[in-house]
């Protein structure tokens, strides 16, 4: 997985294109359009995009914008593949909208948890991987949120992972020997097989508010672990 932040310029379009097989975006700040061929596509902060891969894109903005993106550049670069840029592509262009989002959140944070539930956690797919799980065959793409209070229980599992920070609230994540507090918008590593854990100090007292609660992005290469019955997860 390769991960990167881009800013784009108010009256400054942005034209990439990337040998992946998709592209996962999120909106940190902003709003504008994107142009891919015959597609047009406007979004605003807190929007999440999954776009297939090896397609020029031109990003504008109405004013300065910051977005993070998630792509499998580097495993199709190590076999020295290209995306396919048909109508077989992996994904098809899907895009989440904020409302869309908050509306599966508020679900979320209000579902039960038992002592075996890994965490709380909304999958993202396309049409075309709904059935899969995952938003690419190789990659998932989750909302994790942590309440005042809870943790994600220690565990470890075979993919990696890469935790944007969305909300921090007083949320920690201790990755093997180390503790590193969440900062908005900051991006974890979390390596294959090492064991970790994400708790929220910040304190339950009456209702809850929606600032208090932790919430990440959250993308692993668990694709073919899925498939192949491999994941290895385990509480530690």
């Not at 020997?177 to 090492?194: D, K, N, Q």
Request: glycine fraction near 8%.
């Amino acid at each position: 997985m390769l991960a990167r932040y881009g800013v784009v310029r108010a009256g400054t379009p942005l034209t990439c294109t990337f040998a992946a097989s998709g592209e996962n975006w999120v909106v940190l700040r902003g709003r504008g359009r994107i142009e891919r061929g015959e597609e047009m596509i406007d979004w605003s902060d807190g929007d999440i995009l999954l776009l297939p891969g090896g397609v020029a894109s031109r990003w504008s903005a109405d004013e300065d914008a910051v977005l993070w993106m998630v792509s499998d550049e580097p495993v199709l670069a190590f076999l020295g593949v290209r995306p396919q840029t048909t109508e077989r592509a992996a994904i098809e262009t899907t895009l989440y909208r904020r409302d869309d989002i908050a509306r599966a959140l508020h679900a979320l944070y209000h579902r039960p948890m038992t002592p075996e539930t890994a965490g709380r956690a909304l999958f993202m797919a396309s049409a075309r991987t709904e059935r899969l799980g995952t938003c690419l065959p190789a990659m998932t793409l989750t909302l994790n949120a942590v309440r005042p209070g809870e943790s994600q229980r220690p565990h470890r599992h075979n993919a990696a992972a890469l935790v944007l920070a969305l909300r921090e609230a007083r949320c920690a994540s201790t990755i093997g020997a180390h503790t590193l507090p969440w900062t908005r918008h900051s991006t974890l590593l979390t390596p294959a097989g090492v064991p970790h854990d994400h708790r929220n100090a910040r304190q339950m007292s009456g209702d809850v508010r929606e600032e208090d609660i932790a919430l990440a992005l959250i993308v692993q290469d668990g694709g073919l672990y899925y498939y192949g019955r491999t994941m290895g997860f385990s509480f530690t």
